[in-house]
């Protein structure tokens, strides 16, 4: 009795740790009711097709289709701080001056992070939108 008592407790606390990540601006929740990733992309970025096929896999997944919008680094990256975009592919280093307001995901397909001032083909997203930037990344095969 004593050890069914522990082993029930036992999993009930560890089923409390296994929450998977959240988005609190509810990212996955509004691609999947709107139907569209809002995808920026900075203009002159080379594409890759790892990225390109990481969007396409989420979309399908969620019952979504890609939306793009090419500009400029500046105009995406707010636009994406700011709720209007879901994500931002382009070339970034962690040194960049966004790295404090955006989230650099790793480089699609590397294996490894990106070095700390190394350019490298990835997405931005919106800070603490985990379970979304969790979603593309394994898609994408990032580690």
């Given at each position: 009795?004593?050890?069914t008592?522990a ?27 709107s139907?569209i990733?809002r ?14 096929a ?11 289709r ?30 960049s ?10 480089p699609?397909g590397?294996g ?10 990835r ?9 979304w ?9 990032a580690?």
């Open positions: 009795m004593i050890r008592f082993a029930t407790a036992l999993l009930t606390a560890l089923a409390g740790c296994a929450d998977p990540p959240r988005d609190p601006a509810q990212t996955t929740e509004r691609v999947r009711d139907g990733v995808l920026g992309v900075i203009a002159g970025a080379p594409p890759d097709a790892r990225a390109d990481a969007v396409a896999s989420v979309a399908r997944a969620l019952g979504a890609v939306e793009r919008r090419e500009d400029h680094t500046e105009e995406l990256l707010e636009a994406l701080e700011l709720g209007e975009l879901d994500l931002v592919y382009g070339h970034f280093s962690d040194a001056p966004w790295a404090t307001r955006v989230h650099f995901g790793d699609p590397w490894r992070k990106a070095g700390a001032t190394e350019t490298a083909p997405f931005a997203f919106r800070n603490g939108e985990n379970g930037i969790m979603r593309l990344e394994r898609a994408g095969g580690q």
